[in-house]
């Protein structure tokens, strides 16, 4: 797995309470990891977070970074683990599937949009970018593997800030510093962000209960519904937001079959962490550049 992304590191943290993790990042270079590596420390579980999003462009370019690392590393992986019984998780996106939710789909509420429905896992793939379409054979090409499974994210975080952060941290970065918020339909959009926590859970699961096979859709659930204007203002209550055109209505995944299958379900609240996530923030932003 690697350990640069910002939840990569999250997840590298959580796994390591109750299990001995190698991190395998870009200098070790994922097409230099071999079947004898992974016999020699006796690995167990293959979690693939390698990743190009190249997200500008709708067709398929082969031979470029995103295809790749995404197409061909997957391809490496499955090759790698032929014949073993090494569990192998391959990470996934809801970007498989595009674009989702209409107006006719969503309720407006005082505190934003919510969906009228969640998208489980027969939502057929509709992919809007070539990053879209080279997850999409990712996952197909890990099928080859007898004891593999599929998760998807919609929105991952983790307590801390990083320069790579995602919307969670550029978002509270941006309240923190007193920022106004630039925000696509208002911040009236709704999504179901996951602490990185839970997805390790699920991933442990998964591997305990053999429960393989499978394409898991994994949110933060009903309770961590949150539009990205009441998000920032959990953040700030007294947050300047701006209106900017654009934007989509919404994303979030029915958990359901994550839960049939292996008993798993989001337990922390995106609410009680944002001001975690705040603080944290606000504690990197006061040390000087040289501590950074």
Not at 15 to 20: E, F, I
Not at 45 to 74: E, K, W, Y
Request: glycine fraction near 8%; aromatic fraction near 8%; include cysteine.
């Amino acid at each position: 797995m690697g350990t640069k992304d910002t939840w990569a590191r999250g997840l590298y943290s959580f796994l390591s309470r109750k299990h001995r993790v190698i991190g395998w990042d870009k200098k070790e270079n994922l097409f230099d990891l071999g079947a004898a590596t992974l016999a020699r420390e006796n690995v167990e579980l293959l979690i693939n977070l390698s990743v190009m999003a190249d997200r500008a462009g709708r067709n398929f370019q082969a031979d470029t970074p995103c295809d790749q690392v995404n197409v061909g590393g997957a391809r490496h992986i499955a090759n790698i683990l032929k014949g073993s019984e090494i569990s192998w998780i391959q990470m996934s996106t809801r970007e498989v599937l595009g674009p989702v939710y209409t107006g006719s789909d969503v309720v407006k509420t005082k505190a934003g949009l919510r969906p009228s429905w969640l998208v489980n896992e027969e939502q057929p793939y509709a992919p809007s970018n070539f990053y879209g379409k080279s997850k999409i054979m990712s996952e197909f090409i890990s099928e080859s593997h007898a004891r593999s499974a599929v998760i998807r994210l919609t929105t991952c975080y983790t307590d801390y800030d990083h320069p790579a952060g995602n919307w969670v941290v550029s978002l509270i970065r941006s309240v923190v510093q007193g920022k106004p918020v630039n925000l696509t339909r208002g911040g009236e959009q709704f999504r179901d962000p996951l602490h990185i926590d839970d997805l390790g859970r699920l991933m442990e699961l998964i591997h305990e209960k053999k429960a393989f096979g499978e394409k898991y859709h994994a949110g933060g659930g009903k309770k961590n519904l949150i539009s990205l204007k009441e998000f920032v203002r959990v953040a700030e209550p007294k947050v300047k937001i701006q209106k900017v055109a654009g934007g989509d209505y919404g994303f979030a995944f029915d958990n359901r079959k994550a839960s049939k299958l292996t008993g798993w379900k989001p337990v922390i609240l995106v609410r009680e962490k944002i001001p975690v996530i705040a603080e944290n923030i606000r504690q990197k932003i006061a040390l000087p550049p040289e501590m950074r």
